[in-house]
C-alpha cells in the first residue's frame, strides 16, 4: 500500500472549519484514500473514503487532487468533540476488506 | 446492535502468566481483525480472519501469540507466555464484506493489558 504524510499536529478554532492535509503522492490507481479518526481512549472510527471524486457526507468532506497525489479532510464546523488522531490511509478495496495501515497520523486539537 | 464488543476491559498480569482477550464482532460481519496500539510502534494490525478463517498473521509477534475464531461470534487473542513489552491496548474490529466494497472497520473499545 501507498504510504502517506501527514502533519504531526494542528489546531484549530471551535466552530471554523478545519482542514487536515494528507500526502499519499506514491498512490496507484486502483487505491483508495480513508480517513479515521481516533479519540482519546477509544477505537478509531471511520470517516470517509474517496478515489478520485470529492466526497462528502454528514461528519466531513473529502477533497482529493486532480493527480491524487494529496488530499484534504474537512471538518466543517469543527467542535471540541473533533479534538482526536486523523489517520490518513491509502488502501485497495477491489480484493475484499484489505488490511488497514494506520500511520502516524495529526493531533488535531480544538480551541474553545 | 451493541456494536464491537470485548473484554476484559482491562487486565493486570504478571510476567509469564497466560492472557486472553476476548472479541465478539458485529453479528453479520465477515471480517474480523486484532490490532495492537502502544506508544512506540502506534496501532499495528496483528492478524485478521474472513469468515472464520485466518487471512493474513503476519503482524503476530512472535509464537507466544495465538488467536483462534471458533464462529462468527467469538474471537480470542491469546499470549502464552506473557512478558512486560506485551503491554499495550488491544482493539478488535470488524467489518462487513459488501458491495460496493467500503474498507469500514468497526472497532471495539479495547482492552487495556499490563504485563508486571
Known amino acids: 500500500d501507498a504510504k502517506t504524510t501527514q502533519p504531526p499536529s494542528m489546531d484549530c478554532a471551535e466552530g471554523r472549519a478545519a482542514n487536515l492535509p494528507c500526502n499519499h503522492s506514491t498512490i496507484s490507481g486502483n487505491e483508495y484514500v480513508y480517513w479515521y479518526r481516533q479519540i482519546h481512549s477509544q477505537g478509531p472510527q471511520y470517516i470517509i473514503h474517496?478515489?478520485?471524486n470529492n466526497e462528502t457526507n454528514e461528519m466531513a468532506s473529502l477533497i482529493i487532487t486532480e493527480d491524487r497525489k494529496s488530499s484534504t479532510l474537512i471538518l466543517p464546523h469543527a467542535t471540541l468533540r473533533d479534538t482526536a488522531v486523523y489517520y490518513c490511509?491509502?488502501?485497495?478495496?477491489?480484493?475484499?476488506?484489505?488490511?488497514?495501515?494506520f500511520g502516524t497520523g495529526t493531533r488535531l486539537t480544538i480551541i474553545p | 446492535d451493541a456494536g464491537v464488543i470485548q473484554s476484559p476491559r482491562h487486565e493486570v498480569t504478571e510476567m509469564g502468566q497466560e492472557v486472553t482477550l476476548r472479541c465478539k464482532p458485529i453479528?453479520?460481519?465477515?471480517?474480523l481483525f486484532w490490532y495492537r496500539q502502544t506508544m512506540m510502534r502506534g496501532l499495528e494490525l496483528l492478524i485478521y480472519f474472513n469468515n472464520n478463517v485466518p487471512i493474513d498473521d503476519s503482524g503476530m509477534p512472535e509464537d507466544r501469540f495465538s488467536a483462534k475464531m471458533p464462529n462468527a461470534s467469538f474471537s480470542t487473542l491469546k499470549i502464552q507466555p506473557s512478558e512486560p513489552r506485551d503491554s499495550a491496548v488491544y482493539f478488535c474490529?470488524?467489518?462487513?464484506?459488501?458491495?460496493?466494497?467500503?474498507?469500514?472497520?468497526?472497532f471495539g473499545p479495547g482492552t487495556r493489558l499490563t504485563v508486571l
Open positions: 453479528s453479520g460481519h465477515d471480517y
Open positions: 474490529a470488524s467489518s462487513l464484506d459488501r458491495v460496493p466494497r467500503v474498507n469500514e472497520q468497526f
Open positions: 474517496g478515489l478520485k
Open positions: 490511509i491509502v488502501s485497495r478495496t477491489n480484493f475484499g476488506n484489505e488490511k488497514l495501515t
